[in-house]
């Protein structure tokens, strides 16, 4: 396990550039008490169901409204 560690210590500062210079970050927040009628577990739970990862299925949504 060590050696696993060890590498991704030394591929992140080119890791880090490449995402810095591929992707865009998007934060939003749910609130954990869902009242603003959603929950991160039902999140979770569509994209399962769906067969997706959260980032993929969160895409898809986004998607469809615009």
Sequence with gaps: MG???ERNK???PARNLY???KYDNITFRVRLD???Q???DQIKA???A???SVNS???DAIRDKL
Excluded: F, Y
Aim: charged residues 25%; without cysteine.
């Design 3 to 5: 050696d696993r560690t």
């Design 10 to 12: 030394r591929t992140a």
């Design 19 to 21: 995402n810095a210079t």
């Design 34 to 36: 869902g009242s603003d």
């Design 38 to 40: 959603v929950t991160r």
């Design 46 to 48: 569509a994209a399962e």
């Design 50 to 52: 769906a067969g997706q």
């Design 57 to 59: 299925w969160i895409l």
